[in-house]
Nanobody, 129 residues
């Protein structure tokens, strides 16, 4: 059974940072693109970042560029998202996803929720002003 488990969320003041983790079991992340999405209350889930299977050409939405950094550790079968200089509008449940249905190993379609086969349950991030 494939499982993705996110962790690292919490309550943080504006300007602070967190490192979110996505740990996989039953599925080897090595060589696969992994995306991070978020869903704020009352809003649709949006693609935030993606890392290619080879670790290159990472994708970020404009609103997080320069503040968020995605990385991977294939030895630990995990992907991370460091979120920094946080703003109240970053408040959301953050999800990781893997197993692209479009072009395996790439971040093609990383903005779309239907790109990935496997999803975690999410970790909540709340940024106070």
């Amino acid at each position: 059974e494939v499982q993705l488990v996110e962790s690292g969320g919490g309550l943080v003041q504006a300007g602070g940072s967190l490192r979110l983790s996505c740990a996989a079991s039953g599925f080897t992340l090595d060589g696969h693109a992994v995306g991070w999405f978020r869903q704020a209350p009352g809003k649709e889930r949006e693609g935030v970042s993606c890392i290619r299977g080879d670790g290159g050409s990472n994708y970020y939405i404009d609103s997080v560029k320069g503040r968020f950094t995605i990385s991977r550790d294939n030895a630990k079968n995990a992907v991370y998202l460091r979120i920094g200089t946080l703003k109240p509008e970053d408040t959301a449940v953050y999800y990781c996803a893997a197993g692209s249905r479009i072009v395996p190993g790439t971040c093609v379609g990383a903005k779309n929720t239907d790109t990935f086969n496997y999803w975690g349950q999410g970790t909540e991030v709340t940024v106070s002003s």
